[in-house]
């Protein structure tokens, strides 16, 4: 390491320290730090590490979290970014924390933001590249789905002998001629009929065929573009799976049971994009010669997630919070609670800063619709953009007699203790999610940080 790396490396450790010591933590501003002395840094900072990067716009952090636990079924030594701190500086961070190891060469599993894979690789040449899906979010900062990809690839460009682990039921992961070795994971359920001919809803994004853009089919279909995809005019299809999911059992919104490969598996939390992250995580763990019931003991680990269907108990209430920042996924989650069988309430918090994406139309490709049609008995709507998700609710036809408009987050966390039902779901962007959990954070009723 030169000297101007160790000085770098030495002021960012002290600012870590200084910031979890005395200031209740802070993920990017050491690495910010840092890399001002240093640009260079990841490469000195990662050249010990087999590195594993997990992208793609929905589900990077749970895969990372379940990926984290199915490889220390095996390995003692493994780094990651639990918080989803998944930009450059983040990634900084994450390394200058790390522990001194000794012994066998230690993994770091990174959650990497679609546009900064590129930074990383640029520095450190990963072991395996994991693609989860690609859907259309934040196109103030990623435009379509076809350029969010290519900012992938131009990443992986840097890294040709890394292994892609990619969901093969997402037709954008088998458009490119990529030179790395490349293995897919998907549905494939003994139950599928191949000789089914479907489309998917006329305003999904991604269902044109790469090659002769033809409107693609399916035979069958797990939600918005993923499934087992072919064109009918050119031949394009879904790839051969490596790992494959062969039964989706019994699912609630607090936990999903499936098999892989005919192997059981169950994961404590619920909704069919979860069943995906699970999928990818075992097929990281096969990568890494980690057994199908070795795998299952990871899953079945009861260990919440940061934002990702927290159960936080506050006053007496089951206060269940989750992520939504784009359509597709919102759209899950929104299918997920309906599965719900236990009366609920219903709160909905909206941000538009950078990390969120400023542009809030997506929210009008969300089925709110549904809402209405599951008998909630109250609704709170609030955050930064309160007014966007209040109109947005009213025209999906949530009653106003229900519904109750609570701008200031402080005073959202009052109401949920007075709402009638004990269950509370509550979907929040990203900086809702952080702006929340500071709040329940500071009156105690979570702590500050969480692990992987």
């Known amino acids: 390491m030169t000297l101007r790396s160790s000085v770098a490396a030495f002021a960012g450790r002290s600012s870590y320290w200084f910031l979890h010591t005395f200031l209740k933590g802070g993920s990017s501003l050491p690495g910010k730090i840092t890399t001002k002395i240093d640009p260079d840094i990841l490469r000195h900072l990662g050249q010990n590490y087999d590195v594993v990067i997990i992208t793609g716009t929905n589900g990077k952090t749970l895969t990372t979290a379940l990926t984290v636990r199915v490889l220390k079924q095996k390995y003692d030594s493994i780094l990651t970014n639990p918080t989803g701190s998944n930009m450059e500086q983040g990634i900084v961070t994450t390394f200058l924390r790390a522990p001194k190891t000794k012994g066998a060469r230690p993994i770091a599993v990174l959650e990497v933001d679609e546009a900064n894979v590129i930074k990383v690789t640029r520095y450190?040449?990963?072991?395996?590249?994991?693609?989860?899906?690609?859907?259309?979010?934040?196109?103030?900062?990623?435009?379509?789905?076809?350029?969010?990809?290519?900012?992938?690839?131009?990443?992986?460009?840097?890294?040709?002998?890394?292994?892609?682990?990619?969901?093969?039921?997402?037709?954008?992961?088998?458009?490119?001629?990529?030179?790395?070795?490349?293995?897919?994971?998907?549905?494939?359920?003994?139950?599928?009929?191949?000789?089914?001919?479907?489309?998917?809803?006329?305003?999904?994004?991604?269902?044109?065929?790469?090659?002769?853009?033809h409107i693609l089919h399916y035979h069958s279909l797990v939600y918005s573009n993923l499934g087992d995809y072919f064109c009918p005019n050119c031949g394009f299809k879904r790839p051969e799976l490596t790992y494959k999911l062969t039964k989706v059992g019994d699912r609630?919104?607090?936990?999903?049971?499936?098999?892989?490969?005919?192997?059981?598996?169950?994961?404590?939390?619920?909704?069919?994009?979860?069943?995906?992250?699970?999928?990818?995580?075992?097929?990281?763990?096969?990568?890494?010669?980690?057994?199908?019931?070795?795998?299952?003991?990871?899953?079945?680990?009861?260990?919440?997630?940061?934002?990702?269907?927290?159960?936080?108990?506050?006053?007496?209430?089951?206060?269940?919070?989750?992520?939504?920042?784009?359509?597709v996924g919102l759209n899950q989650v929104l299918d997920m609670i309906s599965t719900d069988k236990q009366p609920f309430s219903f709160v909905g918090l909206l941000n538009a800063n950078y990390a969120d994406g400023i542009d809030t139309s997506w929210i009008w490709d969300g089925n709110f619709e549904n809402l209405p049609k599951l008998n909630i008995p109250?609704?709170?709507?609030?955050?930064?953009?309160?007014?966007?998700?209040?109109?947005?609710?009213?025209?999906?036809?949530?009653?106003?007699?229900?519904?109750?408009?609570?701008?200031?987050?402080?005073?959202?966390?009052?109401?949920?203790?007075?709402?009638?039902?004990?269950?509370?779901?509550?979907?929040?962007?990203?900086?809702?999610?952080?702006?929340?959990?500071?709040?329940?954070?500071?009156?105690?009723?979570?702590?500050?940080?969480m692990g992987a």
Do not use: W
């Open 252 to 327: 609630t919104p607090k936990s999903s049971s499936f098999e892989v490969d005919h192997s059981p598996m169950k994961i404590e939390i619920g909704g069919m994009y979860n069943v995906y992250n699970a999928l990818a995580a075992y097929a990281v763990g096969r990568f890494f010669d980690v057994t199908p019931d070795q795998i299952n003991t990871a899953f079945i680990e009861d260990k919440k997630v940061f934002g990702r269907q927290e159960e936080i108990n506050v006053d007496g209430k089951k206060v269940t919070l989750i992520l939504v920042k784009n359509p």
């Open 378 to 449: 109250a609704y709170i709507t609030g955050g930064e953009r309160y007014k966007d998700i209040t109109f947005r609710l009213k025209v999906a036809g949530v009653p106003d007699d229900k519904h109750e408009v609570v701008p200031e987050l402080s005073d959202v966390l009052e109401k949920i203790k007075t709402l009638p039902t004990e269950n509370v779901y509550v979907l929040a962007t990203y900086t809702a999610v952080l702006q929340l959990r500071k709040l329940l954070a500071d009156k105690g009723y979570i702590k500050e940080g």
């Open 124 to 213: 450190i040449k990963p072991k395996a590249f994991v693609f989860t899906n690609i859907f259309r979010d934040q196109m103030d900062r990623y435009g379509e789905i076809y350029t969010t990809y290519q900012k992938i690839i131009d990443g992986v460009a840097l890294a040709p002998d890394a292994t892609i682990i990619a969901n093969g039921d997402a037709p954008i992961f088998h458009s490119k001629n990529l030179p790395n070795p490349i293995v897919y994971y998907g549905f494939d359920q003994d139950t599928d009929d191949k000789t089914t001919d479907m489309k998917a809803k006329p305003n999904t994004d991604g269902v044109l065929c790469p090659k002769c853009q």
